[in-house]
């Protein structure tokens, strides 16, 4: 190829702008000696090399400039040249400032027009010549011994230099490549892909490192690197290219991902399946969780009677108990999956087939065959589905945990999947074996979560009692099955003379234990209310017996409460709480007249089990027909809000539908329904007790009351008030005991007593009489002897009626009795 002037010039301006090539590296000195080896020629590159100037050397003898001693070598060169017509050896010359250097001389022989020789030697540094020799050496070594495939292309992208492995890698010689490039020798789309990359690094100067690629015959994969060679002016002489045999690193990869794969889907069943606490959700989610990640078609089939929450069979029986498909996932639904899987069908393995054996033995199997599944389907429409669905590879791993077989896991891949193999089925073994664990956790916490809710029940109430002048309604609601059955209760206790108690509490924990310590701790709120204690007191002493309600020192008692007497005669309730919930009164306005539902203040109190701590109550009057609730925590709490937000919206709901003829049953389903405290529809997050009571008066006329000095007369005239409210209400056959009874009370307290007497007389369905004085001490009952004439009051009074008692109270104390009334004559 020619140059033109233009591109000469262009050539010469660009080296002596000051690029560096390989000959401003390798400085090459030109001498010129006559025969007789005086210096005739001098070239700047020489005055570089031994920093003599032309003028000093030009004219002088060669040996001038050898170090002292050594022979002048001029005759011997000159010699060897007439002979050979070349000469090469080592030159050591001094230099100008004295030192010496090694100089590698080529010589040869010239002659001018008169036949007059010359010798023309160029000389080198030989320490400049190793360098690049050494340079050359390596890059030959690098060529030849490197296990690396090299390869380098010049700018038209045309092989021009490839080594030995290479050629091994490719399969070909090295001539067979060479003038060739990528898209002669690679197929495609391989060197295509190359083909580009080349061209992108000869433009860009980017290389690139470590590009992995499908090697030419498809079997394994090769790794390129890439990067653009130029010379030391920066010119672009063409592309080098690695290339290492990367398979076995690939096939390690990919164990290691897909084992990466195995990891991540056992840990994301164990998170998806964890959770859960109902074995039919843990089949269903297991068999959506594996197809189509693990499997096509997925089907999970339990024991009948895991399924149902029966006990399981013994080992024996396993053979013929049938199973039932809980959980089946298909990569497409369709007919023929639907009919080879069979959701919710029971279905029974016949003990000799690959399938009857693996549930049997415990031990998963791997059929490979289509021959194979067919003879392992139960049925010949499963057998049928399976054909037509083009299953080819199947696991069937049992279901055990604990040493029990729980059901059966089968996994079925179908069309162009890869079978499974041995590690498929090791992994269909531990995820197996995980899901059975969950599955028989779901199944142990379903049988103690029902015995605590059995026990639960039969602690609570299943009636409750309506006293005259107040209607009841309630509910118990358990939580959900993701949650176990806690401690809410509540109670309904008739006390004397009309007077109703209402409890709610809330023990803490969850399960038998909670359900257990509930049972005693309603128990002991029943023995103290018998003493007709004032709500306050009956907490404190509730409270004392806390250790002894504890089933454990080591798990102290730990509970709300709140108890709340009613009186319909006064339509005053009294209200103490050790750390419940406030009680929510609707009633209406009296001056406006609307019904409005508020939080009754009281202080709070400290939950039971907290010693050291008094209570104190409350007493609220209570407008004719109000609603009083008493509820837990499990009505109003929600995991996005406040109690506080939870009782407002409680007050708000009971505001709209709190109504005085509304019934109560459906009041409680209102607030039930209303105040969902769940973030689903499987129940709320925890237990629900629930009391709702309409408080009102008794009949009109069925309350009668007196006070009377605490004179002497106070006796008599007591008499005569109760025998003829007696005749007024129609109550004759109750008026002798109730005179007699009522006598000895005003008698001791007229005795006892500095104050006044007060006789109350309420008639309900029984007959209550109460005697009270201000004295605070209770009177004490004794045996009285032949002789004593005091002592037999309290006796008689114990004889005659059909229950009595005392308690204390703000004015005193107050001593009662009730006696029983005959048929009809109860008030209207």
Not at 167 to 176: C, F, I, N, V
Not at 201 to 229: N, Q
Not at 574 to 583: D, S
Not at 693 to 720: I, K
Request: aromatic share 4%; hydrophobic share 40%.
């Amino acid at each position: 190829m020619s140059t033109s002037p233009d591109d000469a010039s262009d050539t010469a301006s660009t080296v002596a702008g000051g690029s560096r090539s390989l000959l401003d590296v390798l400085r090459v000195g030109i001498v010129m000696l006559d025969p007789r080896g005086q210096i005739i020629l001098w070239s700047p590159t020489s005055e570089d090399i031994l920093g003599w100037q032309g003028s000093e050397a030009i004219g002088s003898h060669l040996r001038e400039l050898l170090d002292e001693g050594r022979p002048d070598p001029s005759t011997g060169i000159y010699r060897t040249l007439l002979r050979e017509g070349n000469w090469r050896g080592r030159l050591p010359l001094r230099h100008k400032d004295g030192r010496r250097v090694e100089l590698e001389a080529r010589a040869s022989l010239l002659r001018d027009s008169e036949g007059t020789p010359f010798i023309l030697a160029n000389l080198v540094e030989i320490s400049m010549l190793r360098g690049i020799e050494q340079d050359l050496a390596a890059l030959d070594a690098l060529f030849t011994a490197s296990p690396l495939g090299i390869a380098i292309f010049d700018t038209e992208r045309r092989f021009i230099r490839v080594n030995d492995a290479l050629s091994r890698l490719h399969g070909s010689a090295p001539e067979d490549l060479l003038g060739r490039t990528v898209l002669d020798a690679l197929p495609p789309p391989v060197s295509q892909e190359i083909h580009e990359l080349e061209s992108e690094v000869l433009r860009s100067g980017r290389s690139v490192i470590d590009l992995v690629t499908d090697s030419p015959d498809g079997l394994g994969a090769w790794s390129l690197s890439f990067g653009r060679l130029t010379d030391r002016m920066g010119r672009t002489l063409g592309v080098s290219c690695t290339v290492m045999d990367v398979t076995e690193r690939r096939v390690a990869l990919g164990k290691i991902e897909r084992a990466q794969e195995r990891l991540t889907l056992l840990n994301d069943v164990g998170t998806a399946l964890g959770n859960l606490l109902d074995v039919n959700r843990i089949a269903e989610s297991l068999a959506q969780m594996l197809v189509p990640r693990f499997a096509d078609y997925a089907v999970v089939g339990l024991l009948r009677p895991v399924a149902d929450g029966d006990e399981l069979p013994p080992p024996a029986a396993l053979p013929t108990t049938p199973l039932v498909r809980l959980g089946v996932a298909a990569k497409q639904r369709t007919a023929a999956a639907e009919a080879m899987m069979g959701g919710g069908q029971d279905v029974t393995i016949d003990p000799g087939t690959v399938v009857g054996t693996a549930l049997t033995s415990g031990e998963p199997s791997l059929l490979v065959t289509r021959e194979e599944i067919l003879a392992a389907a139960p049925d010949v429409p499963s057998a049928e589905a399976a054909r037509a669905l083009d299953i080819h590879s199947l696991i069937n791993a049992p279901l055990r945990a604990r040493g029990t077989v729980l059901g059966l896991l089968t996994l079925a891949r179908a069309g162009q999947r890869a079978p499974y193999d041995r590690e498929d089925t090791a992994l269909a073994r531990e995820l197996a074996g995980r899901a059975a664990v969950f599955m028989d956790n779901a199944r142990l916490y379903a049988r103690e979560r029902e015995a605590a809710l059995m026990l639960q029940r039969s602690l609570l109430p299943r009636s409750v009692p309506q006293p005259p002048g107040v209607s009841v309604g309630y509910r118990y609601v358990p939580s959900g099955s993701g949650a176990e059955a806690g401690g809410d209760w509540f109670d309904v206790i008739p006390l004397a003379g009309g007077r109703v108690a209402f409890v709610v509490g809330d023990v803490t924990g969850h399960g038998l234990r909670a359900a257990a310590t509930m049972g005693r701790l309603r128990t002991a709120v029943r023995t103290l209310t018998g003493l007709d204690l004032p709500p306050a007191e009956l907490l404190r002493r509730l409270n004392e017996l806390s250790e002894d309600i504890a089933q454990h020192p080591d798990d102290p008692l730990m509970a709300t409460l709140l108890y709340a007497v009613y009186d319909p005669a006064t339509h005053g309730c009294t209200i103490a709480r050790a750390g419940h919930l406030p009680p929510v009164l609707v009633s209406q306005d009296p001056v406006t007249g609307l019904w409005a539902a508020r939080l009754v203040e009281l202080p709070a109190g400290t939950p039971l089990g907290i010693e050291g701590t008094g209570f104190d109550e409350t007493r609220v009057d209570v407008p004719q027909d109000a609603v009083l609730v008493l509820y837990t925590d499990g009505l109003i709490e929600r995991r996005d809000a406040t109690l506080d937000e939870g009782m407002e919206r409680l007050c708000d709901l009971l505001t709209r539908t709190a109504r005085p003829g509304t019934p109560l049953e459906s009041l409680c389903d209102e607030l039930i329904s209303g105040l969902p405290p769940r973030d689903s529809d499987a129940g709320p997050d925890d237990d629900i007790a629930l009391v709702v009571a309409r408080l009102g008066g008794l009949p009109e006329g069925s309350v009668a009351f007196w006070t009377f000095p605490a004179e002497p007369h106070a006796v008599p005239a007591a008499r005569r008030a109760v025998r003829r409210t007696l005749a007024g209400w129609g109550l004759a056959t109750a008026t002798d005991a109730a005179e007699l009874l009522v006598s000895e009370l005003v008698t001791n307290a007229v005795r006892h007593a500095a104050g006044p007497v007060g006789v109350r007389m309420v008639r309900g369905t029984s007959l209550l009489v109460e005697v009270t004085d201000p004295v605070p001490d209770p009177p004490r009952e004794r045996d009285p002897g032949p002789e004593d004439e005091g002592g037999r009051g309290l006796p008689l009074v114990g004889q005659e009626s059909r229950r009595w008692g005392t308690r204390q109270g703000p004015a005193g104390k107050t001593v009662w009795f009730e006696l029983p009334l005959g048929a009809g004559q109860e008030p209207p």
